[in-house]
């Protein structure tokens, strides 16, 4: 998809981060090298163990050629996004397999341990966490196992609600399919266009309408898992009490323990009505407290979305012209509004809120919001607000992209708490961010939003920005990281709300889940990979 951000936007964009930060350091950024200009490592897997792969696999379906494998040895976050920039080729995968069935994965799988190789389990490439790099050295050699080939719809069970998926299948084509037929998973991550089901799976994905329809991880009703072991396969359209539940086992293991080959996900039928608007709450207090009432009211939202008073003004730079965040927003309401409501115009927060559903459901929901709002004092900024949102809500990773290329650092963290909790979590992970950018000496800007809001807690996402320090990126990456990751652990939040754990978040397993937990999936591990061969370096400290 050859998609950009609007270079309008882009540029008064620019122009506030100039204002806010100043300008890139000498030496930052610049645009990333065309695929031809790196030096690409050998395959360090010999001509005669690739000729016996592809043996035991169909015509084309192996490659050790150099592109390919530069193309499926990253993912996306800031370090990998900068390592492919700068050309430096730490880790690369050896082979790329495209097995087409389940007999062929396991082919694969077998040779690998046949011959102390790893495995690297391969959807979209989306993973922020490092959850596709091939990070160790503990073997001879990487193959990446694609699922490019597994994208079929397998079946709709239209009474039941229950469709059946080849995993590689992406959220596009999952969605068209779905839709066709009158029905929705209902999963719209920011990855949506490039993602697959079984990573979404695979790493407990949350998306941006699931307040309302949940996560994958919730929808999972059946499965075929490739373990190093054999497949394991479980369907259950309706709870049972026959033992554990197998899929607690799979869900979240992010290949280091089989791969997601086939799952049967509870499906709703299409929402006959869907109604979506842009709020503007008084402060960040008001806002939260809403988004808790809405949470926990029915009819359930389908977005629940808030951000803070700084994201909100890097939001509304790229809509309007006028300077300061109180005269965007006088753009957009007219002169006396603000006034008229007794608002101060540096402390607004703007909200997502949309409702999906029968028209019955929508209207009610409305009516609830109706009432919320007035009760919050917030203003209704309309329903083409709302829609200019949902047209535009997949842009975000194009914009990260100009930035890089300008020189600035920009990284997301994210974790989820409780109600009581999430207030006190936001201000910890805000002060220990800057102050980690004060002792690094360099300015930060830091804009947070709730998102994937329950009745019990919310998550919270909270975007960076910064002017890289040319040749110390790493270092200024990590003392965030720590800052940030210690912060929300001391403050109650989770480890990871959504993102997984991969392997930027292994060093905080061990204080995040306790030796009993750890010990449990080690010993899953011994079980199901007895040669370690699958996903090394990834979730397991």
């Known amino acids: 998809m050859d998609r950009r951000f609007p270079a309008e936007r882009l540029a008064r964009i620019r122009t506030f981060l100039h204002h806010r930060l ?118 001879h050699g990487v193959i990446t196992l694609s699922m490019g080939r597994f994208t ?62 949940g996560d994958p991880s ?33 869900l979240g293991n992010e290949g280091t323990l089989g791969i997601f080959a086939e799952a049967t996900m509870a499906v709703d039928l299409a929402p006959a009505a869907s109604w979506i608007t842009v709020l503007l709450f008084p402060d960040w207090y008001a806002g939260v407290e809403a988004i808790r009432t809405l949470a926990q009211s029915a009819p359930t939202p389908a977005i629940l979305r808030l951000s803070d008073r700084e994201e909100t003004e890097l939001t509304m730079e790229g809509r309007a012209p006028a300077a300061g965040l109180g005269g965007k927003i006088r753009d957009r309401l007219g002169p006396r509004i603000l006034e008229l409501r007794k608002m101060d115009p540096e402390s607004l927060c703007l909200a997502v809120v949309g409702y999906e559903g029968t028209e019955g459901e929508v209207r009610r929901g409305f009516e609830v919001l109706k009432d919320v709002c007035r009760a919050a004092g917030a203003v209704d900024l309309g329903r083409p607000a709302g829609e200019a949102w949902r047209a535009e809500r997949f842009l975000l990773p194009f914009l990260r992209d100009d930035l890089l290329t300008d020189g600035w650092l920009v990284e997301t963290l994210e974790t989820g708490a409780s109600w ?29 939003h709730l998102s994937h809001a329950v009745p019990e807690g919310s998550g919270l996402y909270f975007s960076l920005i910064a002017p890289q320090f040319p040749h110390r990126e790493e270092q200024q990456w990590t003392a965030l990281k720590e800052a940030a990751t210690g912060a929300l652990l001391r403050s109650g939040g989770l480890l990871s ?32 990979d007895p040669h370690r061969i699958m996903n090394p370096g990834k979730l397991l400290p």
């Open 22 to 139: 100043g300008v890139p350091r000498e030496g930052a950024g610049g645009p990333p090298p065309s695929l031809h200009a790196w030096k690409i490592p050998p395959s360090r897997v010999s001509p005669e163990l690739v000729s016996r792969l592809r043996d035991s696999l169909p015509q084309g379906a192996v490659s050790a050629e150099g592109e390919e494998r530069l193309l499926h040895s990253f993912g996306r976050a800031y370090m990998d996004l900068l390592a492919l920039r700068h050309g430096q080729i730490q880790h690369l995968t050896d082979l790329v397999a495209h097995p087409a069935s389940i007999p062929e994965i396991l082919a694969t799988l077998r040779f690998a341990e046949e011959n102390d190789l790893a495995v690297v389990p391969w959807g979209g490439g989306t993973s922020v966490v490092g959850g596709v790099a091939p990070t160790e050295d503990s073997h």
């Open 152 to 213: 079929d719809p397998i079946s709709l069970d239209l009474p039941s609600r229950l469709a059946r998926f080849q995993c590689g299948i992406r959220g596009p084509e999952l969605e068209s399919y779905l839709s066709a037929r009158g029905t929705t998973l209902g999963h719209f991550p920011q990855s949506f266009e490039y993602s697959t089901l079984g990573g979404w799976l695979s790493t407990r994905s949350s998306g941006q309408a699931s307040t309302r329809y």
């Open 218 to 250: 919730h929808r999972l009703r059946g499965a075929k898992v490739v373990t190093p072991r054999g497949v394991v396969s479980w369907e259950q359209g309706v709870a049972g009490a026959s033992g554990p539940d197998l899929s607690g086992i799979f």
């Open 420 to 448: 009581t909790d999430i207030g006190p979590l936001a201000h910890a992970v805000q002060e220990a961010l800057q102050a980690a950018a004060r002792k690094e000496k360099f300015p930060l800007f830091v804009g947070t």
């Open 497 to 528: 709300h959504h993102h997984g754990i991969g392997r930027l978040h292994r060093p905080w397993m061990r204080s995040a889940r306790g030796e009993i937990s750890l010990g449990a999936l080690e010993a899953l591990k011994a079980y199901f």
